[in-house]
């Protein structure tokens, strides 16, 4: 069914309504050509490419829970291309192309939002980082602008600028392309379309373990039995590391909780999307009003996906250093997902020394903004067997090489970076 105005109102003119299920109940084959394990936003989107750009459908998407369960739905949907080194900015930016026009094509309404992004400088030093940034965008062929103070306080009046607090803000750096796009949204959009042309989705359905015959890889077996493949893609987020590892693929890469918080909802009060640097503390408001927050991370490995209250207070701490207001706010909901951070702060892409066992995770707490350009670089990859030049630096191989994507220059610790 194509959704359209048209659709809605022919369905609420109907007695009894007839929406089809979004994706088809399929039952589980034998084998498939290619397994993707993980319904999180990268699979998905792999799967959607496999089928849309190279006709590939004899695909499964298999997650232990549901689709969008991980990291993609717990996200707080910030989406921009605001990065330093070459590597990550090409992805971003060409996420970015993408975003603008995936609705369309998904005939889903993902609610891309370019309201724009300020990253806040507190320091002299920080805002002359900033204005190297945006020149590498520009030249990129991004738009990248600095901001001053009072061009910032056209933009969101109710940001405190007060250059006696006690990080003040000296300029921003300003991306008019970035904003926020609906997170699940994206999940069901690249679902859908793919379960159209064939792919099959099982959810609540575990892989406990990769199977290899020969030195390539040959299936998964999972709690239903096992499933044979001719190749195979994990793109399980934090569940990734354990997978591979068994297979003989150590992923240099660690588990952290990040999380989330939502407040009350309140009338229009921040039109941008826009980050606190000293410490960190990123907002933006919801269309139903709620102000919503992420922070850094726990600082200790965990998988548990649960909230603190260290977090909570230091985070909110921030958010009212530029946000006053924000102190008499209430705290609607609060959640967390499991940041998979590699030494170097980027994801690891491509191949890996197991024949036709590729490999998607490590994208931390900021992936869900390259999710469409990973997927059209991975199908690319998978279909054709060439590597995209846009994935050749996140290899796993960077690892033994030194070729690291150090972004923030934090060094081997993935909880800071
Ligand atoms: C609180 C928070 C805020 C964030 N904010 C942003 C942001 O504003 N902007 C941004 O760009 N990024 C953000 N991120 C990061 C972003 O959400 C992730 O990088 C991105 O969603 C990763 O997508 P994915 O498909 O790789 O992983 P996921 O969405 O986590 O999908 C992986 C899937 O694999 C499944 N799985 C795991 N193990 C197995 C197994 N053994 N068998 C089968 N299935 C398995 C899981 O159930 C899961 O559904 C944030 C993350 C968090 C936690």
Redesign the pocket.
Known sequence: MRYSILTLATQALQKQQRWPQIIAPEKLKPHYDIII???????LATAYYLSHNHDINDVLV?????I????????????RSDYLLPASFALKNFALQLWDSLSQALNFNLMYSPRGYLDLAHSDGELEHFMLRANAMCLGGASASILTNSQIAEKIPALNLDQQSRFPIRGALFQAEGGVVR?DAVAWGFARKSSEKGVHIQQN????KLLTSNGRISGVSTHRGKISANSVLV??????E??MANAGVPLPMEPIN???FVTEPIKPVLDHVVNYNAGLS?LSQSDKGELVM?GATDGYLSTARRGSFARLEDTMMRAAQIFPFISNLRLMRH?????DIPMDGNAIVGRTEIENLFV??G?????????PAVGWKLAELIADGKLPEMLKPFALSRFTDGALIDDAGIGPYPWLH
């Open positions: 394990v993980g319904a999180g936003g990268h699979g298999i997650d232990s829970s549901w969008g369960g991980g990291n993609t739905a717990r996200n707080t949907t910030i989406v997170h359905c575990a892989v406990n793109a399980a987020a934090g569940g990734s354990r997978l990040v999380q989330a990123y992420g959640w967390s997902g499991t940041a998607n995770c994208w931390g707490y900021a992936g869900f903004k390259a999710t």
